[in-house]
């Protein structure tokens, strides 16, 4: 009965910022490794960010510098504050709650003048 469900997605310009939030229901983020995925048009699924229940992070190259993963245990929502936001970041954007193998619904990300 694991529900992951995100908000925050929309249309920002280039150099912009957006925060997505992945809110859980039926498991707790402060004891599993949450991670960032994103799938860009006709592009497979990849890597963007973890953070382990220990509060290890680690992000892709890509990312590096300009997202932040993060987690407030009390509402038990997962983050990811994009910065300095690229056209090459537009994808529909997923959480993962891997200790789980549970995925969120997705959304879209779109960065255009």
């Known amino acids: 009965q694991v529900q992951l469900v995100q908000s925050g997605g929309g249309l920002v310009q280039p150099g912009g910022s957006l925060r997505l939030s992945c809110a859980a229901s039926g498991i707790r983020v402060s004891v599993n490794a949450m991670d960032w995925y994103r799938q860009a048009p006709g592009k497979g699924r990849e890597f963007v960010a973890t953070i382990s229940s220990g509060g290890w992070i680690n992000y892709a190259d890509s990312v590096k510098g300009r997202f932040t993963i993060s987690r407030d245990s009390a509402k038990n929502t997962v983050y990811l504050q994009m910065s300095s936001l690229k056209p090459e970041d537009t994808a529909v954007y997923y959480c993962?709650?891997?200790?789980?193998?549970?995925w969120g619904q997705g959304t879209l990300v779109t960065v255009s003048s």
């Open positions: 993962y709650a891997a200790t789980e193998r549970y």
